[in-house]
């Protein structure tokens, strides 16, 4: 019942930025962790950053100085902020989402692509 949506991905060059959007259906909801992992093709997803009810983000080491975590706790959205974008980015990226009370849910996932 509960839908999780991404929006926001494409195709950069290397050095540029793109701003990863997710929202959840239920603006009610509570949501203790909100979290983006992403896959390569042939690769384990992997866990990015993380945020959760309090604020405390977390970020994997290679992303750490380039990537941002926010969230809008009021819209049960989360957003990610890409800077300084390499090759290695390229992924499927997968928005997360633990609601209180429930379970886990999972966004379909959204393509980045870092290419000359």
């Known amino acids: 019942q509960v839908q999780v949506v991404e929006s926001g991905g494409g195709l950069v060059q290397p050095g540029g930025s793109l701003r990863l959007s997710c929202a959840a259906s239920e603006s009610r909801f509570r949501i203790s962790v909100m979290a983006w992992h992403r896959q390569a093709p042939g690769k384990q997803r992997e866990l990015v950053a993380t945020i959760t009810n309090g604020d405390i983000r977390n970020y994997a080491d290679s992303v750490k100085g380039r990537f941002t975590i926010s969230r809008d706790s009021g819209r049960n959205t989360v957003y990610l902020e890409m800077n300084s974008l390499k090759p290695e980015d390229t992924a499927v990226y997968y928005c997360?989402?633990?609601?209180?009370?429930?379970?886990?849910?999972w966004g379909q996932g959204i393509q980045v692509t870092v290419s000359s």
């Open positions: 997360y989402m633990r609601v209180i009370g429930r379970s886990d849910y």
